[in-house]
């Protein structure tokens, strides 16, 4: 599995996560951490009792497996954001490095490797690599973190004076907030009356608009509801004796990322909003309504993989933030395709006008408008 993320990572026509996050990434690169930790105190474990059970080393093999898998498909994807093919070569040789240090770990663990040292050298092995691989994660990091936008309102753990778990209840509170408003939005847009100078066909666009949008709001509101209700779950699960503020800052990417993925489906959500507004209104049109849909399944997803690298194996309340995410994804595919049919039959309307049915004045007039067109499309071309 590591060998074909590395492939992926030199394919040019793999373009990796498109819809990855800085924050993501770094909360990555936190798991990919603790994995090598956890590999190499389950591997000291069994070569004290080789006797004993081999579930754990299992385990947590598959565990740093996975992780590094995830990490060179975001690092993949998140090189769109540096500034040159430098930046962009360096993310990707040190992405490649951890990967290669990481696949050393499931080589010097063979039962056929481990054979040939001595009782006495085998931990010192484990331990070596693990501390390779943490200095190489390290690099990562440094390198990603150059990635961070300079955004003044960006929540940073590390740096901020106030706590922690009132912080990301506030946030996740403002998130829902924001979803509960988009919704008030749209409901006072559906219930208003309609402008009598639209034609019926007009009314049954903005109605299949204003509907669907509807629908996919409400799914969105669903999502927020589950991702809190996901976090409170890790938080309760991962604290053990110490306090909620220990916990978020302990694993500080993995909350920044929550908070930045929350904002983005909330800002994604309001945008759509502000859109479908647009469209009934006149002064947006269809295809930026299509545009907004996928930005909030975009949104969606990286709220969904901000709660799964922290979220526990078979955990119901993350199988539940799934299936919100599922339904999120599915009423932005029905709203896309309801507006690209929409366009069709309005495209059939221009191309199908009956030139017979008008006067000479509309005639020449239409006749005109197509030369203007035709003259800005050539302007355009020289």
Not at 32 to 48: E, I, K, P, Q, W
């Amino acid at each position: 599995k590591t060998d074909e993320a590395v492939f992926n990572l030199s394919d040019p026509s793999n373009p990796g996560n498109m819809t990855v996050t800085v924050e993501h990434v770094l909360a990555t690169i936190e798991q990919v951490h603790d994995s090598g930790n956890s590999l190499t105190a389950s591997f000291a474990g069994y070569l004290a009792n080789p006797d004993g059970d081999q579930t754990q080393v299992i385990s947590t093999a598959v565990g740093l497996g996975n992780g590094l898998d995830h990490l060179l498909a975001n690092i993949k994807g998140i090189v769109r954001l540096a500034d040159n093919e430098d930046a962009v070569e360096r993310l990707t040789k040190a992405a490649r490095q951890v990967a290669l240090i990481g696949r050393q770990f499931f080589i010097k663990g063979q039962s056929s490797h481990m054979e040939r040292l001595l009782s006495s050298e085998r931990p010192g092995v484990i331990l070596d690599t693990n501390r390779e691989l943490q200095q190489s994660l390290a690099t990562l990091t440094g390198l990603t973190e150059s990635l961070v936008p300079k955004d003044v309102n960006r929540v940073s753990v590390t740096t901020t004076s106030e706590d922690i778990s009132d912080l990301v209840e506030r946030e996740m509170l403002s998130a829902a907030r924001a979803i509960d408003e988009a919704v008030a939005r749209l409901q006072a847009l559906i219930n208003q009356p309609h402008d009598s100078s639209l034609s019926d066909h007009q009314i049954q666009v903005h109605d299949a608009i204003l509907d669907s949008s509807m629908a996919m709001t409400n799914a969105i509101a669903q999502l927020i509801r589950a991702a809190t209700a996901s976090q409170k779950e890790i938080v309760a699960q991962g604290q053990g004796k110490s306090s909620k503020e220990d916990f978020y800052k302990k694993n500080n990417r993995w909350t920044e990322g929550l908070i930045s993925a929350a904002k983005a489906v909330a800002v994604a959500t309001n945008n759509l909003v502000e859109t479908a507004d647009g469209v009934i209104k006149g002064t947006r049109s269809l295809e930026h309504l299509v545009v907004a849909a996928r930005e909030v399944s975009a949104a969606t997803i990286q709220l969904v993989a901000a709660s799964r690298v922290k979220s526990q194996l078979y955990s119901r309340t993350q199988e539940r933030l799934e299936l919100a995410a599922k339904a999120v994804t599915e009423a932005s595919a029905h709203l896309v395709r309801a507006t690209q049919r929409l366009t069709e039959k309005e495209e059939e309307n221009v191309k199908f006008e009956d030139y017979d049915k008008m006067s000479n004045l509309e005639f020449k007039s239409k006749e005109m408008e197509q030369q203007v067109h035709i003259l800005k499309l050539e302007k355009e071309l020289v």
